[in-house]
Structures are given as structure tokens and as C-alpha cells.
């Protein structure tokens, strides 16, 4: 069985220090030219009714406002920036392990067979594995008994239905619970390698070669 590996990309630190400074660098010419336009209105104001000094308080406290606002949007987008990267580096501890993920992939190959599984809402008193060939004819079909809620993994021993062993190929899985009479949700998952990790966007993405990508989030579980 065959896995693609894909190319990782590193982070990029140069676009958030440039976007941070570019913001720094507005915030000042703001203040700047607002305490000119400050200084121009009290030289010119009329001495027989000058500022209010309410007016220059709520002027002041603008400014100073303003100022805060500045620095906590370049405080926050540092925080984002080592989020992405701590994020990343979690990731690529991932690389070399297999993981489950959306999916009804199942491959066989040399007498062997990658594992499925199922994410489930809540308790199942009966669960279905059926397994079909790539036309759509179903192979073997596994009876897995009462499941509890969340995910559970399992392995198909490659056999079909006639106790023989299955070509080498792709097949599908789709799994069927129940409650009793009550028909539940039930998720295939699918494996998948881990060959590498990228980020984009301050999006950090799995690289799984044939299956694609996915975000840590997508991952149901870790082999």
C-alpha cells in the first residue's frame, strides 16, 4: 500500500512582525496629528470664550483611547501569531502516525487491511459495519454489537463473506446504529497517515497524502 508524501511549509514570522509595525506606525501618525490639531485649536481659540475644559478632557481621553485600542490589537496579534506556531509545532509531532479521520476509505493490500471506525452521539445497542467493493457489491458484513458514545476503532481481517481473502483495492465502509428501535447517527471514520504539515493563513493543516489534509480539530483520533 502506497502513501504519498506531501511538502511541508514553514511559517512565515515576517508577516506578522510587518503587519505589526505597519499598525504601531498608523496608531502614531494618528496621535500625532490629532495632538496638532489640538495645539492649533487652543492657539486660535477665541480668549473671550475659550475651550470648555470638559471638551479637552473628553479630547484627551480619546487620544488615550485611541492609543489602547492600538496596542492591544499588536498584543493580540502577537498572541495569534504564537498560537499558530505553538499549534504547529503540536502538529508536526504528529508526522509518522496515523490518525482517524472522516472518511469511508477501507485499502487492502499484502493480507492486510487499514482500520475504520465510527463516531457516535450517544449509546448504541446494535452496530453495523458493511463493507462494499469499488462496484458498489457489498463483501463482508460485520456485526459489532452495543457501542458507547464517541469513537471506536476497529479491524477488518480482509476476509469476505465466503471466508476468503479480499483482492487488493479500495473498498467503502458505512456503519448503521440503533437504540432500540431508534435509529442513530454514526460517523465513519477512515485512517489515515500523517506524512507531513503546513501552514496557511495562520491555518496549520495535516498533510495525508491521498486523503488530503485536515486541522487538528478534524482528527477523531490518534494511532
Not at 486660535?44 to 479637552?56: E, G, H, R, V
Not at 450517544?122 to 454489537?145: F, H, M, P, Y
Not at 454514526?186 to 489515515?192: C, D, E, I, R
Request: glycine content about 12%; charged content about 10%; overall charge negative.
Amino acid at each position: 500500500m502506497g502513501i504519498a508524501v506531501g511538502v511541508n511549509e514553514s511559517l512565515d514570522p515576517s508577516v506578522l512582525s510587518s503587519s505589526s509595525s505597519q499598525t504601531a506606525n498608523n496608531a502614531q501618525d494618528l496621535q500625532n496629528q490629532f495632538l496638532t490639531l489640538l495645539v492649533t485649536q487652543l492657539q486660535n481659540q477665541d480668549p473671550t470664550n475659550p475651550m470648555d475644559n470638559s471638551q479637552l478632557t473628553t479630547q484627551l481621553a480619546q487620544i488615550n483611547t485611541l492609543g489602547g485600542i492600538e496596542k492591544l490589537n499588536t498584543t493580540l496579534g502577537s498572541i495569534s501569531g504564537q498560537i499558530t506556531a505553538g499549534q504547529s509545532l503540536q502538529s508536526s509531532t504528529l508526522i509518522g502516525h496515523g490518525v482517524m479521520v472522516k472518511g469511508t476509505q477501507v485499502l487492502v493490500g499484502n493480507g492486510t487491511s487499514t482500520p475504520f471506525g465510527v463516531e457516535l452521539g450517544s449509546a448504541s445497542t446494535a452496530t453495523t459495519a458493511t463493507i462494499k467493493d469499488s462496484n458498489g457489491s457489498v463483501v463482508r458484513t460485520i456485526e459489532i454489537g452495543g457501542l458507547s458514545a464517541g469513537v471506536h476503532t476497529f479491524s477488518w481481517d480482509g476476509k469476505l463473506a465466503d471466508g476468503s481473502a479480499a483482492p487488493d483495492g479500495k473498498y467503502s465502509v458505512s456503519v448503521a446504529a440503533s437504540n432500540g428501535s431508534e435509529q442513530l447517527v454514526a460517523q465513519p471514520l477512515n485512517y489515515a497517515y500523517v506524512s507531513g504539515v503546513s501552514t496557511t493563513d495562520k491555518v496549520t493543516r495535516l498533510d495525508l497524502g491521498t486523503m488530503g489534509t485536515a486541522t487538528l480539530d478534524e482528527i477523531r483520533q490518534i494511532l
